[in-house]
């Protein structure tokens, strides 16, 4: 039995990373315009602490402006909605990002809706969730974005394709099936409620994993020859005091059936940040009414 192509996110995201750098250097030269994301910290969590670490030497590698803000975790949240007041009216920030998830006395939704839209690069606002799900321009969520350009390296048009997502979350779920059905795919959402997910999930050319639940997916869960996106990150125990990161397939048996899948880690995790840098300067070429892919 073969096995199954393995999607390299390192170097697709790296890829995207090249090519945004590019866009961005023709941005500045042609039309003095440096793209600027802002990037906002609450707490001391150490994963999101390495994640917007990476975030900021990422974006000052591409060539755009990088601002960083961090709060004590006890900070209030007016404190919090006074910053995105301010980055709201800077013209030197083109997108903002707020690291979720924020401690539990801040209103996260009343965060997010505080963003302007047209900075929001996280894609969460409702104004860009509403304009994803009704077919318009908007900035996209980078995840979800990042799954569709990893699927389309294997097959570049999804059209008719038979699309299951398991998970059902705001974050990831309902984005990626939104992006999906406007690919033309036909997609179906499972979650803990679905009857017979196997059955369900071996109907699917692609298969988009993000329910957070460490090997959850088997082989035999999978069409053979499909293409399996795994969203999930979870560390496990791996005997001792050594742990692990494995996703939401498990990847060895499902790689004996699939006809290509993306790793964890460096699969799905390494797009994130290149589609983030991809919206920022997506963000800028729409404040000033241009257009990102003629640059």
Not at 114 to 137: C, R
Not at 164 to 173: F, L, Q
């Amino acid at each position: 039995m073969s096995q199954a192509t393995i999607i390299d996110g390192k170097s697709i995201a790296a890829d995207l990373r090249k090519k945004v750098g590019e866009q961005t250097a023709n941005l500045i030269r042609e039309h003095g315009i440096t793209p600027g994301l802002a990037v906002v910290l609450v707490g001391e969590d150490p994963a999101s602490q390495v994640y917007v670490r990476n975030k900021g030497r990422q974006t000052k590698k591409a060539g755009m402006q990088s601002f960083e803000h961090r709060f004590n975790a006890d900070t209030s949240e007016d404190e919090l909605l006074n910053l995105i007041a301010k980055l709201n009216a800077d013209d030197a920030v083109n997108g903002i990002l707020v690291q979720l998830p924020l401690p539990d006395h801040i209103d996260e939704d009343r965060v997010i809706e505080a963003i302007d839209p047209a900075k929001d690069v996280d894609g969460f606002h409702p104004i860009n969730v509403g304009k994803l799900s009704t077919g318009q321009p908007a900035l996209t969520p980078c995840t979800p974005l990042g799954c569709i350009m990893l699927a389309k390296s294997i097959t570049p048009d999804l059209s008719g394709l038979n699309a299951v997502v398991i998970g059902r979350s705001n974050i990831v779920g309902k984005p990626v099936a939104a992006l999906l059905l406007a690919e033309s795919a036909t997609v179906t959402i499972a979650h803990s409620r679905t009857r017979d997910l196997p059955e369900l999930a071996r109907t699917a050319d692609i298969l988009i994993a993000a329910v957070g639940r460490p090997e959850m997916i088997t082989g035999d869960w999978i069409k053979p020859g499909a293409t399996v996106i795994d969203v999930g990150i979870n560390r496990i125990d791996d005997g001792g005091e050594k742990t692990r990161l494995v996703g939401d397939v498990d990847f060895a048996s499902a790689a004996k059936v699939a006809g290509a899948i993306t790793p964890v880690p460096g699969g799905v995790g390494p797009m994130t940040i290149a589609c983030l840098l991809r919206n920022t300067l997506h963000a800028a070429c729409m404040k000033a009414g241009l257009n990102m892919d003629e640059l």
